[in-house]
C-alpha cells in the first residue's frame, strides 16, 4: 500500500524558478528518499535524508525533514527545462529497508 | 546509469502464460528488491532478497515467485498472467548503505 503522498500532484513552472514538492506520510521511518522519473523510464535516485536528519543539501536540490509532522519538502533551485519529469518521495521502512513510495508529483518546467 | 541491469526492456506476451524477468544488481550488492508499477498501483513493493534467501515479501501475488542466485543476479517469475499484470516491473539493488539503485525496468505488456 501506498503511504507517501506527494503535493501538488502537478506543477507547472518557468525555467529559472524554483520548483517545491512535499510529501507527507504516515509511520515511522529509517530514511526518506527522493527519486526522478522521466517518462515512464528508470528511477534516479536524487536525494536521501535519514530520520534523524532535519535539512540535506545536493547541488540545486534541498530537502527537509520534520519527523514530527511526518512530512519532507524538496526544494528544486533555479530549475532547468531538462528537470520535467515525475518526482517520487519513498520512505525507507522496516530492517528490510524497503521503500514505500508515494504516488508521484509531475513537474514541466517550461523553456 | 545505476550499474543495475534489466533484461528484457520489453515483454508481450498472452493471458495465461509465464514469463521471467532477470536483474543484475551492481558490483557488489547483496540486496536485491522487485517492485511494480502500474498505473492504479503506482509503485509497490514486491519481494527482498538478501544474499540468496528471500528477506521481505510485500504485495507479491501468489502466481509470482522471485529467486536469487550464487551469482546475486535475481529473476522474478511471473505465472498465469493476467491483463492486469501489465506494468513497468523494476529491480533494485543496495549494499550496507540506505540508497536502493534502480534499473531501468521491464515493461510487460499481457494482452
Known amino acids: 500500500s501506498q503511504q507517501g503522498e506527494e503535493d501538488p500532484q502537478a506543477l507547472s513552472i518557468q525555467e529559472g524558478e524554483n520548483a517545491t514538492m512535499n510529501c507527507s506520510y504516515k509511520?515511522?521511518?529509517?530514511?526518506l528518499q527522493w527519486y526522478r522519473q522521466n517518462s515512464g523510464r528508470g528511477l534516479v535516485h536524487l536525494i536521501l535524508?535519514?530520520?534523524?536528519?532535519r535539512e540535506k543539501h545536493s547541488g540545486r536540490l534541498r530537502v527537509t525533514l520534520d519527523t514530527s509532522k511526518k512530512s519532507s519538502s524538496l526544494l528544486i533551485t533555479a530549475s532547468r527545462a531538462a528537470d520535467t519529469a515525475s518526482y517520487f518521495c519513498?520512505?525507507?521502512?522496516?530492517?528490510?529497508?524497503?521503500?514505500?513510495f508515494g504516488k508521484g508529483m509531475k513537474l514541466t518546467v517550461n523553456p | 546509469d545505476s550499474g543495475v541491469t534489466q533484461t528484457p526492456k520489453h515483454l508481450i506476451t498472452a493471458t495465461g502464460q509465464r514469463v521471467t524477468l532477470r536483474c543484475s544488481p551492481r558490483s557488489g550488492d547483496l540486496s536485491v528488491y522487485w517492485y511494480q508499477q502500474s498505473l492504479d498501483q503506482g509503485l509497490q513493493f514486491l519481494i527482498q532478497?538478501?544474499?540468496?534467501?528471500?528477506?521481505a515479501k510485500g504485495n507479491i501475488l501468489e502466481r509470482f515467485s522471485a529467486q536469487q542466485f550464487p551469482d546475486l543476479h535475481s529473476e522474478l517469475n511471473l505465472s498465469s498472467l493476467e491483463l492486469g499484470d501489465s506494468a513497468l516491473y523494476f529491480c533494485a539493488s543496495k549494499s550496507d548503505e540506505e540508497t536502493q539503485y534502480f534499473g531501468p525496468g521491464t515493461r510487460l505488456t499481457v494482452l
Open positions: 519513498a520512505t525507507g521502512q522496516g530492517g528490510s529497508e524497503k521503500l514505500v
Open positions: 535524508i535519514r530520520s534523524n536528519e
Open positions: 532478497y538478501y544474499n540468496g534467501e528471500e528477506r
Open positions: 509511520t515511522s521511518i529509517n530514511n
